[in-house]
């Protein structure tokens, strides 16, 4: 085994660079271009509205964009 000393800020450089580099990995891993699995814009905004975590004003804004949408039906 090979011993190799690095001063102790260029260890924590290169910690951080390797966290954020798995963090990334992770992150990609999941496909995030890949569409939404309710085609129904009720069936969604319902669903958003019942966890009540949204505010009135974003899901108005939601439903708008929703109904402008070609993916969704209304």
């Known amino acids: 085994m090979i011993t190799i000393t690095?001063?102790?800020?260029?260890y924590d450089n290169l910690l951080d660079k390797a966290m954020r580099y798995e963090y990334l990995k992770q992150a990609?891993?999941?496909d995030i271009f890949s569409a939404p699995p309710i085609k129904s814009a009720k069936?969604?905004?319902s669903a958003l509205k019942k966890t009540k975590l949204y505010k009135?004003?974003?899901?108005?804004?939601?439903t708008k964009?929703?109904?402008r949408s070609s993916y969704f039906k209304k």
Do not use: D, Q, W
Request: net charge positive; aromatic share 10%; proline share 10%.
């Open 28 to 30: 990609m891993s999941y």
């Open 65 to 67: 964009g929703m109904s």
């Open 56 to 62: 009135p004003a974003f899901i108005t804004s939601l």
């Open 6 to 10: 690095v001063p102790k800020k260029e």
């Open 43 to 45: 069936v969604a905004i």
